[in-house]
């Protein structure tokens, strides 16, 4: 199972002070049967406590999941900012869950090296792909 962060939402675990510990557990859920909502097309909505706090005024993460497979936080919000997101954006998300769900081993590869010719650092891509930056040189850097 791979699981990915996009940029925006590390941002958001970040200053929300989510831990990888805490998505770890979320995808675990979802893997076990235990989504907080289907929303379709391969997007699901998982709640995410806060620390010390239960889920239910926590967090909500939006991820573009496949059981077994693969997993994208792509969006998170706290309960108290918003209830939901919009019928648009879950078509959004829907269309890119198509896409997302579907890159094998070669996409990915071919975008961090249009991301090192970019001149992306490995901890940007690390980042990018919810890994860290020698998780990422390790896969996807030179070999000698």
């Known amino acids: 199972m791979r699981v990915f962060k996009t940029k925006p939402f590390a941002r958001f675990a970040k200053r929300e002070a989510i831990g990888d510990g805490d998505l770890c557990e979320a995808i675990a859920r979802a893997n076990a049967?235990?989504?907080?909502?289907?929303?379709?097309?391969?997007?699901?909505?998982?709640?995410?406590?806060?620390?010390?706090?239960?889920?239910?005024?926590?967090?909500?993460?939006?991820?573009?999941?496949?059981?077994?497979?693969a997993a994208f936080f792509v969006y998170g919000f706290a309960k108290r900012d918003r209830d939901n997101i919009r019928a648009d954006e879950l078509r959004a998300f829907r269309k890119?869950?198509?896409?997302?769900?579907?890159?094998?081993?070669?996409?990915?590869?071919?975008?961090?090296?249009?991301?090192?010719?970019?001149?992306?650092?490995?901890?940007?891509?690390?980042?990018?792909?919810?890994v860290s930056k020698q998780a990422a040189q390790r896969k996807y850097g030179p070999t000698s």
Do not use: P, Y
């Not at 806060?50 to 497979?69: A, D, N, Y």
């Open 96 to 130: 890119l869950a198509d896409e997302m769900l579907n890159l094998g081993d070669e996409a990915l590869e071919a975008a961090v090296c249009s991301a090192r010719r970019a001149h992306r650092t490995w901890s940007e891509i690390g980042a990018m792909l919810g």
């Open 33 to 69: 049967g235990l989504i907080d909502a289907h929303l379709g097309g391969g997007v699901i909505k998982q709640r995410i406590a806060r620390k010390g706090e239960g889920k239910s005024g926590g967090f909500r993460s939006i991820v573009l999941f496949r059981r077994g497979t």
